[in-house]
């Protein structure tokens, strides 16, 4: 791994770690987030205060671990003596659109939990899927076109692929057609969870 390149000609680990670094924060947030209610139920029980607040502060705080990411991405560029592309100014924007399916996904399954206590045994399986599916130790360029429609389903490729692009000085432009088939699942993902998330919230109390 530590002699191996990309097809960009980046060093093979750094093309990775961009990758795993925004997929490391969607799933620890989703995780945390989709886990938030049930972890305080005593204080969602006692206190009223609008309950979006418990996932959306999980998926904050597992912003931290992503700066600690962060922190080893840049060891590992001054370990290969790598210079990122100018493009890494916007590296901010794409961990802004990491925070919308991650808060997205974060807070349906959070409802869903609360309903049906047996369905967060199915998370680790969903994050294990997304893993397998999202470019993370691979290039989306791999992908044959005919399948790109479908591959771009998955909101997270076009946020790996934008880390990439941030990072890796050669790596493809992430702004075509198919981004926006990925940012249009976000969206779509994020609204439909807070309508979904505000019908159910009526019955927490009594769930819990």
Do not use: H
Request: charge should be positive; aromatic fraction near 18%; proline fraction near 6%.
């Amino acid at each position: 791994v530590v002699g191996m390149k990309a097809d960009d000609n980046a060093p093979y680990a750094i093309m990775v770690f961009a990758g795993l670094l925004p997929w490391q924060f969607f799933s620890t947030a989703f995780s945390s987030a989709s886990e938030s209610l049930i972890g305080n139920t005593n204080l969602l029980s006692k206190v009223y205060f609008p309950r979006l607040i418990v996932p959306a502060s999980a998926v904050i705080t597992s912003f931290v671990d992503f700066i600690i990411s962060l922190g080893i991405l840049i060891l590992l560029l001054f370990f290969y003596q790598y210079t990122p592309s100018w493009k890494i100014v916007l590296l901010p924007l794409f961990t802004l659109f990491c925070f919308i399916p991650a808060f997205g996904f974060g807070l349906y399954l959070a409802a869903l939990n609360v309903k049906y206590r047996d369905f967060r045994y199915i998370i680790p399986f969903i994050v294990q899927i997304g893993l397998y599916i999202s470019p993370v130790g691979f290039s989306s360029s791999v992908i044959p076109e005919q399948w790109r429609m479908l591959y771009y389903l998955n909101p997270m490729v076009g946020i790996i692929d934008g880390f990439r692009w941030c990072i890796i000085k050669n790596a493809a432009n992430p702004f075509t057609p198919y981004f926006g088939i990925s940012s249009a699942v976000m969206i779509v993902v994020l609204i439909y969870a807070i309508y979904r998330f505000r019908k159910m919230e009526k019955t927490f109390a009594d769930l819990i």
